[in-house]
Protein backbone atom coordinates (compact mmCIF):
# COMPACT_ATOMS: atom_id res chain seq x y z
CA UNK A 1 0.00 0.00 0.00
CA UNK A 2 1.07 3.64 -0.86
CA UNK A 3 0.06 6.46 1.00
CA UNK A 4 -0.08 9.97 -0.54
CA UNK A 5 -0.31 13.46 1.72
CA UNK A 6 -1.52 16.92 0.49
CA UNK A 7 -0.05 19.37 2.43
CA UNK A 8 0.04 23.58 2.07
CA UNK A 9 0.82 25.17 4.53
CA UNK A 10 -1.15 27.93 3.09
CA UNK A 11 -5.26 27.59 2.88
CA UNK A 12 -7.24 27.67 -0.31
CA UNK A 13 -4.94 25.83 -2.50
CA UNK A 14 -7.27 23.29 -3.05
CA UNK A 15 -5.82 20.53 -1.41
CA UNK A 16 -9.16 18.94 -0.72
CA UNK A 17 -10.84 19.67 -4.12
CA UNK A 18 -7.39 17.99 -5.41
CA UNK A 19 -7.55 14.68 -3.13
CA UNK A 20 -10.99 14.31 -4.29
CA UNK A 21 -10.54 13.96 -7.42
CA UNK A 22 -7.22 12.14 -7.46
CA UNK A 23 -8.96 9.78 -5.29
CA UNK A 24 -11.86 9.23 -7.82
CA UNK A 25 -9.14 8.69 -10.56
CA UNK A 26 -7.55 6.31 -8.63
CA UNK A 27 -10.11 3.97 -7.46
CA UNK A 28 -11.12 3.11 -11.19
CA UNK A 29 -8.60 0.06 -10.61
CA UNK A 30 -7.37 0.47 -6.68
CA UNK A 31 -9.17 0.35 -3.13
CA UNK A 32 -8.42 3.51 -1.94
CA UNK A 33 -8.97 4.87 1.96
CA UNK A 34 -9.40 8.54 2.80
CA UNK A 35 -8.10 10.14 6.05
CA UNK A 36 -9.25 13.92 6.72
CA UNK A 37 -6.99 15.40 9.20
CA UNK A 38 -8.64 19.00 8.66
CA UNK A 39 -11.10 19.93 11.84
CA UNK A 40 -13.43 21.14 8.91
CA UNK A 41 -13.70 17.52 7.84
CA UNK A 42 -14.57 18.57 4.15
CA UNK A 43 -13.06 15.79 2.63
CA UNK A 44 -15.51 13.30 4.87
CA UNK A 45 -18.46 15.09 4.58
CA UNK A 46 -17.81 14.88 0.36
CA UNK A 47 -17.18 10.96 1.17
CA UNK A 48 -20.76 10.81 2.77
CA UNK A 49 -22.47 12.71 0.30
CA UNK A 50 -21.23 10.62 -2.28
CA UNK A 51 -21.96 6.86 -0.74
CA UNK A 52 -22.03 5.31 -4.16
CA UNK A 53 -20.40 2.63 -3.14
CA UNK A 54 -17.58 2.10 -5.16
CA UNK A 55 -13.86 1.73 -4.04
CA UNK A 56 -13.84 4.56 -1.83
CA UNK A 57 -13.70 4.91 1.82
CA UNK A 58 -13.09 6.48 4.69
CA UNK A 59 -10.69 6.13 7.47
CA UNK A 60 -11.53 6.10 10.86
CA UNK A 61 -8.93 7.29 13.21
CA UNK A 62 -7.42 9.06 16.14
CA UNK A 63 -3.75 9.84 14.23
CA UNK A 64 -2.22 9.57 10.97
CA UNK A 65 -0.70 5.83 12.03
CA UNK A 66 -3.29 4.99 13.22
CA UNK A 67 -5.31 5.65 9.89
CA UNK A 68 -2.10 3.97 7.86
CA UNK A 69 -2.88 0.62 10.09
CA UNK A 70 -6.65 0.62 9.65
CA UNK A 71 -6.57 1.31 5.99
CA UNK A 72 -4.14 -1.46 5.47
CA UNK A 73 -6.28 -3.87 7.66
CA UNK A 74 -8.88 -2.64 5.22
CA UNK A 75 -7.38 -4.07 2.29
CA UNK A 76 -6.88 -0.49 1.08
CA UNK A 77 -3.61 -0.17 -2.48
CA UNK A 78 -4.02 3.18 -1.70
CA UNK A 79 -4.38 5.99 1.65
CA UNK A 80 -5.02 9.47 0.81
CA UNK A 81 -4.69 11.67 3.46
CA UNK A 82 -6.17 15.41 3.63
CA UNK A 83 -4.71 18.18 6.02
CA UNK A 84 -5.31 21.24 7.81
CA UNK A 85 -3.57 24.66 6.96
CA UNK A 86 -1.53 26.18 9.06
CA UNK A 87 -1.80 22.97 11.61
CA UNK A 88 2.24 22.43 11.35
CA UNK A 89 2.21 20.87 13.94
CA UNK A 90 -0.97 18.37 12.67
CA UNK A 91 0.59 18.02 9.25
CA UNK A 92 3.80 16.65 10.76
CA UNK A 93 2.63 12.97 11.89
CA UNK A 94 0.85 12.88 8.07
CA UNK A 95 4.01 13.77 6.39
CA UNK A 96 6.35 11.94 8.56
CA UNK A 97 4.36 8.56 7.18
CA UNK A 98 3.68 9.70 3.45
CA UNK A 99 5.50 7.95 0.81
CA UNK A 100 4.83 10.87 -1.32
CA UNK A 101 3.80 14.45 -0.21
CA UNK A 102 1.63 16.06 -2.95
CA UNK A 103 2.25 19.81 -2.27
CA UNK A 104 -0.06 22.00 -4.04
CA UNK A 105 0.25 25.70 -5.14
CA UNK A 106 -1.53 28.41 -6.85
CA UNK A 107 0.19 29.76 -9.78
CA UNK A 108 0.61 33.49 -7.51
CA UNK A 109 3.73 35.12 -5.95
CA UNK A 110 1.77 34.59 -2.29
CA UNK A 111 1.48 31.30 -2.57
CA UNK A 112 4.45 30.62 -3.97
CA UNK A 113 5.96 31.97 -0.82
CA UNK A 114 4.56 30.05 0.94
CA UNK A 115 5.66 26.32 0.54
CA UNK A 116 8.95 26.77 2.86
CA UNK A 117 7.10 25.60 6.19
CA UNK A 118 5.58 22.50 4.21
CA UNK A 119 9.41 21.53 2.32
CA UNK A 120 10.81 21.66 5.27
CA UNK A 121 8.66 19.47 7.09
CA UNK A 122 9.22 16.51 4.08
CA UNK A 123 12.78 17.31 4.64
CA UNK A 124 13.37 16.74 7.94
CA UNK A 125 11.14 13.91 8.16
CA UNK A 126 13.31 12.49 4.68
CA UNK A 127 9.84 11.69 2.66
CA UNK A 128 10.27 12.91 -1.03
CA UNK A 129 7.77 15.75 -2.48
CA UNK A 130 6.66 16.98 -5.51
CA UNK A 131 4.24 20.37 -6.04
CA UNK A 132 1.52 20.25 -8.33
CA UNK A 133 0.26 23.89 -9.35
CA UNK A 134 -3.42 23.77 -8.76
CA UNK A 135 -6.22 26.14 -9.60
CA UNK A 136 -4.98 27.65 -12.45
CA UNK A 137 -6.67 30.58 -14.32
CA UNK A 138 -8.49 29.62 -17.13
CA UNK A 139 -8.00 33.04 -19.03
CA UNK A 140 -4.60 34.34 -18.78
CA UNK A 141 -2.75 31.82 -16.61
CA UNK A 142 0.05 30.43 -19.20
CA UNK A 143 2.62 33.34 -18.03
CA UNK A 144 1.33 32.56 -14.11
CA UNK A 145 2.13 29.34 -14.68
CA UNK A 146 4.98 28.99 -16.34
CA UNK A 147 6.77 31.52 -13.92
CA UNK A 148 5.23 29.64 -10.72
CA UNK A 149 6.62 26.22 -12.40
CA UNK A 150 10.09 27.44 -12.96
CA UNK A 151 10.52 29.21 -8.86
CA UNK A 152 8.73 25.86 -7.60
CA UNK A 153 11.84 23.52 -9.86
CA UNK A 154 14.22 25.20 -7.42
CA UNK A 155 12.88 23.77 -4.27
CA UNK A 156 12.04 20.15 -5.88
CA UNK A 157 9.83 18.18 -8.62
CA UNK A 158 6.98 19.49 -10.52
CA UNK A 159 4.16 17.33 -11.78
CA UNK A 160 4.32 18.05 -15.54
CA UNK A 161 0.44 18.38 -15.18
CA UNK A 162 -1.19 21.82 -14.03
CA UNK A 163 -5.10 21.48 -12.88
CA UNK A 164 -7.12 24.24 -14.10
CA UNK A 165 -9.69 26.43 -11.80
CA UNK A 166 -12.76 24.98 -13.32
CA UNK A 167 -16.27 24.92 -12.25
CA UNK A 168 -17.13 21.46 -12.13
CA UNK A 169 -14.23 21.10 -9.51
CA UNK A 170 -15.61 23.23 -7.16
CA UNK A 171 -19.43 22.62 -8.07
CA UNK A 172 -18.94 18.87 -7.77
CA UNK A 173 -18.09 18.34 -4.13
CA UNK A 174 -21.11 19.25 -2.69
CA UNK A 175 -23.00 16.15 -4.82
CA UNK A 176 -20.19 13.41 -3.65
CA UNK A 177 -18.65 13.55 -6.85
CA UNK A 178 -15.29 15.37 -8.44
CA UNK A 179 -15.11 17.31 -11.63
CA UNK A 180 -14.12 14.64 -14.22
CA UNK A 181 -18.05 12.76 -13.37
CA UNK A 182 -19.92 16.14 -13.66
CA UNK A 183 -18.50 17.81 -16.41
CA UNK A 184 -19.29 17.89 -20.31
CA UNK A 185 -15.81 18.63 -22.40
CA UNK A 186 -13.58 16.01 -20.67
CA UNK A 187 -11.13 19.13 -19.59
CA UNK A 188 -11.18 18.25 -16.04
CA UNK A 189 -10.52 14.63 -16.91
CA UNK A 190 -7.45 15.28 -19.04
CA UNK A 191 -6.46 16.82 -16.24
CA UNK A 192 -6.64 14.48 -13.54
CA UNK A 193 -5.87 11.26 -15.63
CA UNK A 194 -2.70 12.92 -16.69
CA UNK A 195 -1.72 13.72 -13.27
CA UNK A 196 -2.64 10.20 -11.51
CA UNK A 197 -0.88 8.74 -13.81
CA UNK A 198 2.38 11.02 -13.21
CA UNK A 199 2.16 10.56 -9.20
CA UNK A 200 1.66 7.22 -9.71
CA UNK A 201 4.51 6.53 -11.50
CA UNK A 202 5.92 8.27 -8.74
CA UNK A 203 4.90 6.18 -6.52
CA UNK A 204 5.85 3.26 -7.89
CA UNK A 205 9.45 4.56 -8.63
CA UNK A 206 10.13 4.77 -4.90
CA UNK A 207 10.71 0.50 -5.31
CA UNK A 208 8.13 0.10 -2.33
Request: with cysteine.
Amino acid sequence: MHTLTLAASKGGVGKTTLSSAIAVEAARKHQVGLYDLDPQQSLARWHELRANGDNISIIEARSAEDALSAATEQGCDLLIIDTPPALMLAIQPAIEIADLVVIPCKPSPIDVESIDPTVELAQTAGRPFVFVVNMVPTQGGAGLTKGTREFLKFNGDVMPQAVSQRLPYTAAMASGKSGPEVERDKKCAGEIQTLWRAISRKLHGLGK
